[in-house]
């Protein structure tokens, strides 16, 4: 299967005209996204598992690369994009059960569209418009029922936003007056790039990207906005940033910016797994564990990022389903009042829950163990144990919820009526096992590893049935309030303008 340069002309003029249609048919807008989704599928589960290193580039309007805007599909836009596709096509099933009107899958197909030409954006202004035109639909996704929890989490957002694009564009108009030119093959060829620009701009993808000290919107923009909104905003949208980084890491080869990247992938590793045992709120717990897991995804920034971007893509998407189905049930968040309440929730709850739960676990034959092997393999030596010791983490916050699960799975009290939020989970699910097997084939577990999982599973579970009992409800929000956020960023800022000047 080959896709021409124009071809892929099409197929970025296309995704912002598509959802258009949905203005003009409101009673076809569902039947428009899940077309557009569908199809879009399609083609890239072809592309990924028969020609997934296929590289197609094009410049609109016959301009050169050096002036003109370049978009170019490659190895990570097919990884961003099928995942995406996939995420997509479950919350517009989801969604379809739960009767959202025409403007809702209007937004939804608007971001969708957008985020694909952010997938095969190739200069920095082109990556910028399209971040902030995804920032701006995702506002009002996240405000969509007007409370006023979530119209503040929506401007929580937007402000510190407003922030990274500001650090941003600063950094871009360095890099033109100081290079001329802001296509990112033409950057990398062209040797040294400024140090300060790079500071801004790789602050700005950090703010985007939902690591912790930077991404403090994500905990209430997670958390109050609807179940579907909060699947796309951790699955897709935190990885907007995510590719950017990928996109570009090699401009940030220099040693100080490389080590500094790792370890803020440590620290938010570590941080998102602490405030999420301190957390009673399933979406809370979840929120935090994005950001956690984003820190996983950045240490292995340079070997294994993109693997895992795509399978935690599956596995966050399918978790937030899930806990939509609890939601329906016990019409409450609180893992103590779900633990009390007398209902009972069917087994195939747990099922999803626990395919997800063991992925993200990285256990062979699910997506997530052939790609933590590979982050784990390439980590500096002393990075390795502090890997070992936040999946202890990981397992006990998840496996509060999972214990919880567990203690109200019955195998009666199936709803008819949420047979298609089902079938939505069950498809990130399918590909969680699907790419695990397809993985895991090609990797023979070692003798350390196999021990390992064999003492993760218990303990990990024991060390969560303790986060219940002994733990209290915490959420710092002093640490979230925006003017310390902002002032976080300045003392960020600050540090690295230090450290520039005496380097």
Not at 121 to 135: A, H, M, T, W
Not at 154 to 174: E, P, R, T, W
Not at 417 to 430: C, E, G, Q, V
């Amino acid at each position: 299967m080959s896709i021409s340069p124009q071809l892929l002309q099409v197929f970025s003029l296309m995704q912002f005209a598509i959802p258009f249609l949905s203005l003009f048919f409101a009673r076809k807008s569902k039947a428009i996204a899940l077309f557009h989704v569908g199809s879009t599928l399609t083609i890239f589960l072809v592309l990924f598992f028969l020609k997934s290193d296929v590289v197609v580039s094009a410049v609109f309007g016959g301009w050169t690369k050096y002036n003109g805007i370049q978009i170019k599909l490659n190895v990570e836009s097919v990884y961003f994009i099928l995942s995406s596709s996939i995420v997509f096509i479950s919350v517009l099933l989801y969604s379809e059960s739960k009767k959202y009107d025409d403007k809702f899958f209007f937004l939804l197909e608007l971001v969708y569209g957008t985020l694909l030409n952010l997938f095969i954006s190739n200069d920095l202004f082109n990556i910028y418009v399209c971040l902030e035109l995804i920032s701006l639909i995702s506002y009002l996704l996240i405000s969509s029922k007007l409370r006023n929890r979530q119209i503040w989490a929506s401007l929580k957002y937007m402000i510190l936003s407003a922030v990274g694009f500001n650090f941003y564009l600063l950094g871009i108009a360095i890099i033109y007056r100081t290079q001329g030119t802001l296509n990112i093959d033409l950057l990398l060829s062209s040797g040294k790039i400024n140090d300060m620009a790079l500071i801004f701009i790789l602050t700005a993808f950090l703010i985007k990207s939902g690591a912790f000290m930077f991404s403090m919107w994500l905990p209430s923009a997670h958390s109050e906005s609807e179940i579907p909104v909060s699947a796309i905003l951790s699955a897709v949208i935190v990885k907007a940033g995510i590719f950017c980084l990928i996109r570009t890491k090699f401009m940030f080869e220099h040693s100080f910016l490389r080590e500094y990247i790792l370890v803020i992938g440590v620290v938010s590793l570590f941080a998102g797994i602490v405030l999420a045992l301190l957390q009673k709120d399933i979406k809370l717990i979840l929120a935090f564990s994005t950001m956690s897991q984003v820190g996983y995804i950045l240490t292995g920034l340079y070997a294994g990022a993109l693997e895992y971007a795509f399978c935690h893509a599956l596995f966050k998407s399918s978790l937030f389903l899930t806990m939509g189905l609890l939601y329906d049930k016990f019409k409450t968040r609180n893992l103590e009042k779900i633990y009390s309440s007398d209902r009972r929730i069917h087994f195939s709850v747990l099922i999803l829950f626990s395919i997800s739960f063991l992925s993200i676990m990285g256990i062979p034959f699910l997506a997530g163990f052939a790609e933590k092997k590979l982050i784990f393999d390439n980590l500096p030596y002393y990075f390795k144990y502090i890997s070992i010791a936040a999946a202890f983490g990981t397992v006990a916050y998840l496996g509060r919820i999972f214990i919880v699960i567990l203690s109200k799975t019955s195998f009666k009290g199936f709803e008819k009526a949420d047979t298609l939020k089902y079938i939505s989970i069950s498809i990130p699910s399918f590909f969680i096992i699907l790419t695990g097997v397809k993985n895991t084939l090609n990797i023979t577990p070692s003798f350390f590893e196999a021990g390992y999982f064999l003492i993760l599973i218990p303990a990990g579970l024991f060390l969560g049935l303790i986060a219940i009992k002994k733990l209290p409800g915490f959420f710092p929000s002093s640490l979230f309030n925006i003017s310390n956020i902002v002032k976080i960023y300045v003392l960020v800022i600050a540090f690295f303008v230090a450290v520039y000047r005496l380097m």
